[in-house]
């Protein structure tokens, strides 16, 4: 009985022994297992044994495209970053040759207007479309004829230089200006004593005027004058009148103190820095009294107007059918 029992155990020489069964690597079981794994139609396969099966190397596909395209776009930015300098340098260009640039006040003769130190924003489209400037504007212009000699002249440093050369800061290489227009062409310009300041005879009442200073000056070297504007320049002056070397002080230059409107850079319109100095500039209410001059342009028309009705007057009393035949028709 034992041994029966050592067979039963082993498997050999009992009357129950069990058949042979086949290799697992043979049987159609395991090809079929085989077979399932790679199955399109059966999404739990395992073909490389670590769980992922053809969804998991799709997946992986996907994610990769996805991390090639961000990559893609990443340098594609790089590349298209000198692209976009280059077109924010040529708008900057543009800007400031022919709509907006920014200056810096050096001096106070235009307080309280002006401090120094403010940056202003000059309007130079205007000029482009045969704008002129008028009376009580604030306007930038270039040195007439060595208005700024013995003045310090700025070392600027080489990011001073790009920012001035794209319109961000002033340039120190241009010799400018920045005043008030007083007189426009035609106009009649007058210091007596101490003021007030007339226009074509008549008295400016002048707020924005420096506290404390008088609209004209007493001394012999410019302070008192009467002048008239010819055509194609403008008279300027400083707030600040008893700190400010204007057109009363170059009386002596090659334009007699005024300046060609070709000089005029542009209309100052807004103080823009520092912040606590942001204002516009508009023109002071001064200068709306109408103060009569008109261009010599103007002038010449309502002169013209009246000897042509006195010739057609004569005209018609001289000859009565070319009256009737006018009339007639």
Same mark, same amino acid.
């Given at each position: *009985?034992?041994?029966?029992?050592?067979?039963?155990?082993?498997?050999?020489?009992?009357?129950?022994?069990?058949?042979?069964?086949?290799?697992?690597?043979?049987?159609?079981?395991?090809?079929?297992?085989?077979?399932?794994?790679?199955?399109?139609?059966?999404?739990?396969?395992?073909?490389?044994?670590?769980?992922?099966?053809?969804?998991?190397? =799709?997946?992986?596909?996907?994610?990769?495209?996805?991390?090639?395209?961000?990559?893609?776009?990443?340098?594609?930015?790089?590349?298209?970053?000198?692209?976009?300098?280059?077109?924010?340098?040529?708008?900057?260009?543009?800007?400031? %040759?022919?709509?907006?640039?920014?200056?810096?006040?050096?001096?106070?003769?235009?307080?309280?207007?002006?401090? $120094?130190?403010?940056?202003?924003?000059?309007?130079?489209? %205007?000029?482009?479309?045969?704008?002129?400037?008028?009376?009580?504007?604030?306007?930038?212009?270039?040195?007439?004829?060595?208005?700024?000699?013995?003045?310090? %002249?700025?070392?600027?440093?080489?990011?001073?230089?790009?920012?001035?050369?794209?319109?961000? *800061?002033? @340039?120190?290489?241009?010799?400018? +200006?920045?005043?008030?227009?007083?007189?426009?062409?035609?106009?009649?310009?007058?210091?007596?004593?101490?003021?007030?300041?007339?226009?074509?005879?008549?008295?400016?009442?002048?707020?924005?005027?420096?506290?404390?200073? $008088?609209?004209? @000056?007493?001394?012999?070297?410019?302070?008192?004058?009467?002048?008239?504007?010819?055509?194609?320049?403008?008279?300027?002056?400083?707030?600040?009148?008893?700190?400010?070397?204007?057109?009363?002080?170059?009386?002596?230059?090659?334009?007699? #103190?005024?300046?060609?409107?070709?000089?005029?850079?542009?209309?100052?319109?807004?103080?823009?820095?520092?912040?606590?100095?942001?204002? %516009?500039?508009?023109?002071?209410? $001064?200068?709306?009294?109408?103060?009569? =001059?008109?261009?010599?342009?103007?002038? #010449?028309?309502?002169?013209?107007?009246?000897?042509? +009705?006195?010739?057609?007057?004569? +005209?018609? @009393?001289?000859?009565?059918?070319?009256?009737?035949?006018?009339?007639?028709?």
């Amino acid at each position: *009985m034992g041994d029966v029992a050592v067979g039963a155990r082993s498997g050999h020489d009992g009357p129950e022994e069990q058949p042979e069964r086949p290799d697992a690597s043979e049987s159609p079981a395991a090809e079929d297992a085989v077979s399932s794994g790679s199955d399109p139609e059966d999404g739990g396969g395992d073909q490389d044994g670590t769980g992922q099966g053809t969804d998991g190397q =799709a997946t992986d596909r996907q994610e990769s495209g996805r991390s090639g395209s961000a990559a893609k776009k990443q340098r594609s930015f790089w590349k298209e970053l000198p692209l976009l300098v280059g077109i924010a340098l040529v708008l900057a260009l543009l800007i400031k %040759t022919f709509l907006v640039q920014a200056f810096s006040i050096p001096s106070d003769s235009m307080q309280h207007t002006l401090e $120094t130190g403010d940056r202003v924003l000059v309007d130079k489209l %205007t000029p482009w479309f045969g704008s002129e400037p008028e009376r009580g504007e604030v306007v930038v212009f270039h040195d007439p004829d060595n208005w700024l000699a013995g003045e310090p %002249t700025p070392n600027p440093n080489a990011v001073q230089k790009v920012l001035s050369w794209i319109g961000l *800061m002033p @340039s120190a290489e241009e010799k400018d +200006l920045i005043k008030r227009v007083v007189g426009v062409a035609g106009d009649t310009i007058e210091c007596k004593g101490s003021g007030p300041l007339k226009v074509n005879g008549k008295a400016l009442n002048e707020p924005y005027v420096f506290d404390g200073n $008088t609209p004209c @000056s007493v001394d012999d070297q410019g302070g008192q004058f009467k002048v008239k504007v010819p055509k194609g320049k403008i008279w300027v002056m400083g707030d600040h009148r008893q700190n400010s070397l204007d057109s009363r002080y170059h009386q002596q230059d090659e334009n007699h #103190g005024f300046v060609p409107v070709g000089n005029v850079v542009g209309r100052a319109i807004v103080i823009a820095w520092p912040p606590n100095r942001w204002d %516009t500039l508009p023109v002071p209410d $001064t200068f709306d009294q109408g103060l009569g =001059a008109a261009a010599p342009g103007a002038l #010449g028309l309502a002169g013209a107007v009246p000897l042509v +009705l006195w010739r057609r007057r004569r +005209l018609t @009393s001289a000859n009565p059918r070319v009256s009737g035949r006018r009339t007639a028709g």
